[in-house]
């Protein structure tokens, strides 16, 4: 099951709460009508459709369920899940964990979990506020002892370390605690109605001596003030996903930058980068104020180039130079891990992507030798047809990917080097996606529906990329953009300064791309210093943000932006990032 429920209209501008149900019986209860009367959409899922990733929301709900946060052989989806609660501690993502989603929260965080410990909580039970939770915004305005509902046998034995715990019951120590500032966990169930003892095992509960009607007595008498407790929780979890979500920062990992050839044909010092070089569209001050997190540098050659893995090579040098002048501000970030950890710490990652395979001169071999310098993406082909593959731009030599091309494709996979399509003809698109095993990339590349130009993608090949859970990055090359640009490049045979481009098409793009690929499979390739025009109000790296201002425009949430800007590209390319990691080391034995 994977459900949205939302407000009318494709997107609204309200933040996303995912709900992840591990149970039938343990199903979101109130949950859905109490988050949308706080201006938060729900979305459902279960199962296999369960990610292991935050994007694209602004909360996560973790339910109860009949398991242990370790039950795989039962429940395959929880290694998933315990990925999910992680990566929402790790990137202060608004968490909460109700009963099993409480326990897996607590065990991958180094607390302990027990099976059938203790005594079994069963309906009522009032629970009490340790002073620890005077000012925790989950609880806030819930009285110092107040009513719960429960329905577990399984208990945290012990808390992770430095989580902090804010409530404790008879049977049950750990009610209630907080990991860091936005990861919570309670044992009990405050989205559930109390017609759920409805649908409780009336022989099961005698087993245990207990007896179901009385529960039901009870539950039923206290119902106005179980009520009241469970909306105030769940109200003030919404409130903390919408703070939350209005002050996330919005860092953008950019696919796709020409700045390294640049300065190396005009023979620009690296140290320069610092200092800044305003002939160009990038350097530091610029990156910063655009609010980039991460930039994949572009190592390219032009087409017939000799010596073309060298060119490449040295490119990768100079990338080393301009970190080694900016080594406060800039790190080699080769992983997806290596990017987060650049992030937390305030500093731009670096990746590399090698654009066109032109630069293997005709030898597989070569591709282990990039991934040994840190090129994480091949673009198969620049604006000539290739031994590998057909160009967008060149008369096709293959009718798509050639049979040595499809060796090529295998061999990026196995070196962990993401397959990027940009550049690429249609029958390449295709051929490749007939054939791919990971996801693959359009790391500069806009789209064919909205302006058509050959370099864009296709609304059929954009379908097939999101099964095959790829990510087309949008670039701002102002032909590629708008449908005036694409004119007056054909008439001047170059860039028409007349026929420009504007912010609104570069958005306009992404929102097709949304459409018909989904919103996990969108991204950002600006290709600045690869084009000398740009589109109005993108004139350079620090223009992103106004991007992002006319995207919140068009309703986008906090969430989805965050999405666009890194999460999706971070997906993909930890999705690569163990074939890599062997790649390189086996070179490097």
């Known amino acids: 099951m994977s459900a949205d429920v939302a407000a009318a209209g494709r997107r609204a501008p309200r933040a996303r709460v995912l709900i992840v149900v591990n149970s039938a019986g343990s199903g979101p209860g109130n949950l859905v009508d109490w988050l949308d009367k706080s201006a938060v959409t729900c979305t459902i899922v279960e199962d296999a459709r369960i990610p292991d990733t935050p994007d694209r929301y602004d909360g996560v709900v973790l339910l109860g369920g009949g398991l242990l946060p370790y039950d795989d052989d039962r429940a395959p989806w929880l290694a998933r899940e315990r990925r999910l609660a992680m990566r929402c501690i790790e990137e202060g993502v608004p968490l909460l964990g109700i009963c099993l989603g409480a326990q897996l929260l607590a065990a991958v965080a180094d607390g302990a979990v027990q099976g059938a410990f203790g005594t079994p909580e069963r309906g009522l039970v009032r629970i009490r506020r340790r002073p620890e939770s005077g000012d925790d915004p989950l609880l806030d305005g819930l009285d110092p002892v107040f009513p719960v509902l429960q329905n577990h046998r399984d208990q945290i034995t012990s808390l992770p370390p430095g989580a902090v715990h804010l409530a404790e019951g008879d049977d049950c120590a750990y ?22 003892l409805d649908d409780w095992d009336e022989a099961a509960l005698r087993d245990e001596g207990v007896d179901l009607a009385s529960l039901r007595v009870a539950a039923g008498e206290a119902e106005p003030e179980l009520r ?103 790190e080699i970030t080769p992983t997806a891990a290596d990017v987060r950890s650049a992030i937390r710490r305030g500093r731009i990652g670096c990746l590399i992507g090698s654009e066109g395979a032109h630069c293997l001169e005709g030898e597989l071999a070569n591709v282990a030798s990039l991934a040994r310098a840190g090129v994480r993406y091949m673009t198969l082909t620049h604006n000539a047809s290739t031994m590998w593959a057909d160009s967008a731009t060149d008369v096709p030599l293959h009718d798509g990917l050639s049979v040595h091309g499809a060796q090529l494709v295998a061999e990026l996979e196995r070196c ?51 099964d095959n859970g790829g990510v087309q990055m949008i670039t701002f090359v102002p032909a590629f953009v708008t449908p005036s640009a694409t004119r007056g490049e054909a008439a001047h045979g170059t860039p028409d300064p007349a026929s420009i481009a504007r912010l609104v098409d570069v958005a306009d793009h992404i929102e097709h791309s949304c459409d018909v690929a989904g919103i996990a499979h969108v991204g950002i390739g600006g290709d600045f210093d690869g084009t000398t025009l740009t589109p109005d109000g993108l004139g350079d790296v620090s223009a992103y943000p106004a991007l992002f201002a006319e995207l919140r425009r068009r309703g986008w949430t906090p969430g989805e932006l965050i999405a666009l800007a890194s999460g999706n590209i971070l997906r993909v390319l930890e999705a690569t990032d163990a074939a890599f990691r062997r790649a390189r080391d086996i070179s490097n034995e």
């Not at 500069?444 to 059929?460: E, I, K, L």
């Open 175 to 196: 009610q209630a605690f907080r990991i860091g500032r936005t990861a919570w966990g309670v044992q009990f169930h405050p989205e559930a109605p109390v017609s759920r």
């Open 228 to 330: 009241d407790a469970s909306w105030r929780l769940v109200a003030n979890f919404s409130r903390i996903v919408v703070d939350t979500a209005r002050t996330r920062p919005l860092l953008v990992i950019d696919g796709h930058n020409d700045l390294l050839w640049e300065m190396r044909e005009r023979r620009i010092d690296p140290h320069r980068f610092v200092t800044g070089i305003p002939e160009l569209q990038t350097d530091l001050d610029r990156l910063r104020r655009g609010g980039v997190g991460a930039q994949f540098w572009s190592v390219w050659v032009p087409d017939g180039t000799p010596r073309a893995l060298q060119t490449v090579l040295e490119q990768v040098d100079r990338l080393g130079e301009v970190v080694e002048a900016a080594s406060a501000d800039l």
């Open 416 to 466: 962990g080097v993401l397959v990027d399509l940009s550049h690429t003809s249609v029958a390449t698109m295709h051929d490749v996606l007939d054939i791919a095993s990971v996801p693959l990339v359009f790391s500069h590349s806009s789209t064919q529906a909205v302006t058509a130009h050959d370099r864009n993608v296709p609304d059929d090949v954009l379908r097939r990329l999101r």
